[in-house]
């Protein structure tokens, strides 16, 4: 059945546990592209060296029939172990890292400070002339910081992309 064209398009956390070997990120970032669907974001890093396993964490968006389709065509790649839907798992945690520099003197470096304290954000290097906070969260508290930094001034953003981990005392 083709995917029906009104369904509203949801945004996906997927944790792919793969076998930590060469082409294996390939082949899952090949099964999005072949489909014309694009990663928003994309971390990938050894989780147990011990077991040669590695974790990706993919967050894309689409019509629910396809991401359902996705994450079962990525569960048929042989170096592929597990994949999470985190974002439908009440267990799933998801959070987000990001460096914002912003510049600033007088009003705007006091107002950028007070915002820095609401938001938890951490003054990792300070100048004359500019900040650089640390965050950490969900995606929509990096994404709200960011927009009460750029009238205040703005410089650079660097984002780690989403992670994931699961509630409680057993494994993903």
Known sequence: MPPRTDDPSESRTLAVLVDN???????VVGLFSARGYNIESLTVAETDSAQHASRI???TSGQPVILD?????????????RVIDVTRDP????RELALIKVRGAGANRIEAL????IFR??????????????????????NSFIELMR???LVEVS???VLSIHRGAETA
């Open 114 to 117: 007070r915002l820095s304290e």
């Open 121 to 142: 954000a951490k003054v990792i290097d300070t100048t004359l002339e500019s900040f650089i906070f640390e965050l950490t969260g969900p995606s929509s508290k990096i």
């Open 69 to 81: 389709q996705i994450k079962a065509q990525l569960e048929r790649i042989v170096s592929v172990r």
């Open 151 to 153: 009238p205040l001034g």
């Open 159 to 161: 984002r780690t992309g």
């Open 21 to 27: 070997e060469p082409g294996v990120l390939a082949r």
């Open 91 to 94: 267990a799933g945690v998801e």
């Open 57 to 59: 964490t993919i967050v």
